[in-house]
Nanobody
Framework: QVQLMESGGGSVQAGESLRLACAASGFTAEYYAIGWFRQAPGKDREEVSC????????TYTDSVKGRFTISRDNAKNTVYLQMDNLKPEDTAVYYCVTDLNLHCDGLGSQNPHWGQGTQVTVSL
């Protein structure tokens, strides 16, 4: 059974860092694209970052480029999202997701498997 479990959220002040983890089970995460979405109150869920199968390429939404880094630890079957220089507008529930595809195109729209989400709150 494919499962994703996020952790690492919390409350921080602007400029600080958090590292989110997405622990995968029921499949070998290395072979598939996995990404992060976020949803702020009253807003649509948006894609933040994605890492392709075998880490060949990563993508980021413009608002987090240069501040967030997605990575894999294949030994732990886990994908991380390192978030530096956090801003209040980064406040949201963060979800990891996989469609069990090799690429990031259309992530979250093709038979997605979602984690339960982790809250990130950034204050001034």
């Amino acid at each position: 059974q494919v499962q994703l479990m996020e952790s690492g959220g919390g409350s921080v002040q602007a400029g600080e860092s958090l590292r989110l983890a997405c622990a995968a089970s029921g499949f070998t995460a290395e072979y598939y694209a996995i990404g992060w979405f976020r949803q702020a109150p009253g807003k649509d869920r948006e894609e933040v970052s994605c890492i392709m199968s075998r880490g060949i390429r990563s993508t980021y939404t413009d608002s987090v480029k240069g501040r967030f880094t997605i990575s894999r630890d294949n030994a732990k079957n886990t994908v991380y999202l390192q978030m530096d220089n956090l801003k209040p507008e980064d406040t949201a529930v963060y979800y990891c997701v996989t469609d069990l595809n090799l690429h990031c195109d259309g992530l979250g729209s093709q038979n997605p498997h979602w984690g339960q989400g982790t809250q990130v709150t950034v204050s001034l």
